[in-house]
């Protein structure tokens, strides 16, 4: 099964910005369909963005215009990059290929 693995969260105020970066545990590896989540304590995990079989990114309508995804020319690491961040996606993120094992997310914390 392949982990995928979150990386590059961090502390950030109030409408600021994070690239949040996920790939293989093992190496490379091609990563075409992917989820990116996220979870708070005591919630369910989420889905925030991904991409289609069809190689279409989607966004949750909370994240859309302020989230987008893109991938390296390799296509072994895809990236989240998040600007005008709000108190509300202070989360741990998580991405994930269908049917892949859940990985290490990274924190998100935004304060106001």
């Known amino acids: 099964q392949v982990q995928l693995v979150a990386s590059g969260g961090g502390l950030v105020q109030a409408g600021g910005s994070l690239r949040l970066s996920c790939a293989a545990s093992?190496?490379?590896?091609?990563?075409?369909?992917m989820g990116w989540y996220r979870q708070t304590p005591g919630k369910q995990r989420d889905s925030v963005a991904g991409i289609t079989s069809g190689g279409n990114p989607y966004y949750a309508d909370s994240v859309k215009g302020r989230f987008t995804i893109s991938k390296d020319s390799a296509k072994t690491t895809v990236y989240l990059q998040m600007n005008n961040l709000k108190p509300e996606d202070t989360a741990v993120y998580y991405c994930?290929?269908?049917?892949?094992?859940w990985g290490q997310g990274t924190q998100v914390t935004v304060s106001s």
């Open positions: 093992g190496g490379a590896f091609s990563i075409n369909v």
């Open positions: 994930r290929v269908p049917l892949g094992k």
